[in-house]
Every structure is written in C-alpha cells, then in structure tokens.
C-alpha cells in the first residue's frame, strides 16, 4: 500500500501565498513522477504542476511564474509554492504519484492519489 498525504491547504486573499506539501508513504521503491492537480467546482481536474519521469517540470500555463514545485527526494515529499493567489486558483488540490511499490516480493507500477486539500482564495 502507498499513501499520499497532503496539507498545507486553507483561506487566503488574493495576492497571498500558500505552500502545498504532499509526502508519499508506505512499500516505495521508487517515485517516477509525483506533482500536483487541481479541480474547481464543476470544472475537470487538471494537471497544476509536476515532476516527469526524466526529472524535469511541467507547469500549467495559468500557474507559471506564480507557482514553484519542489521536492525532498530523501522524504518522499513534494511542495507546491503558490504565489500571487487569485479567485480563479480556487479549488481542491490533489497530489499524484507514480510509484514503483512494493508488495509480497513484487514490484508492481502504481499510480496514486491524495485525497485533496481545499484551497480557497478570496478577492
């Protein structure tokens, strides 16, 4: 079993700062990317930011230059920034991962959810 536990989330006004944290627990062998996703009311859930594969970020073109992910290899954990807060950030805040897990000898391909964090901006 593989967790993922996020916190950090809460009520901010807009042009404030929030920062996200999500720690990965349980049979990892290892994290081939992990990164952030955001839905807002009636809207689809969509990607926020992330660490790829390679090592390399992707960032949501309405985040860029407001927004900076992070990560402590070592905790399992990654960070979201949030800067510069607007209305329209509104949302739940998920984290994702996908892991290389570990179970009864095995290594099996998992991918995983948090179960969100509920960001809230207010003008």
């Known amino acids: 079993q593989v967790h993922l536990v996020e916190s950090g989330g809460g009520l901010v006004q807009a042009g404030g700062s929030l920062r996200l944290s999500c720690a990965a627990s349980?049979?990892?062998?290892?994290?081939?990317?992990m990164g952030w996703y955001r839905q807002a009311p009636g809207k689809q859930r969509e990607l926020v930011a992330a660490?790829?594969?390679?090592?390399?970020?992707n960032y949501a073109d309405s985040v860029k230059g407001r927004f900076t992910i992070s990560r402590d290899n070592a905790k399992n954990t990654v960070y979201l920034q949030m800067s510069s807060l607007k209305p329209e950030d509104t949302a739940v805040y998920y984290c994702?991962?996908?892991?290389?897990?570990?179970?009864?000898?095995?290594?099996?391909?998992?991918?995983?959810w948090g179960e969100g964090t509920l960001v809230t901006v207010s003008s």
């Open positions: 994702n991962a996908w892991v290389v897990a570990t179970m009864l000898g095995f290594a099996s391909d998992l991918e995983v």
């Open positions: 349980g049979s990892i062998f290892s994290i081939d990317a």
């Open positions: 660490f790829t594969s390679g090592g390399s970020t």
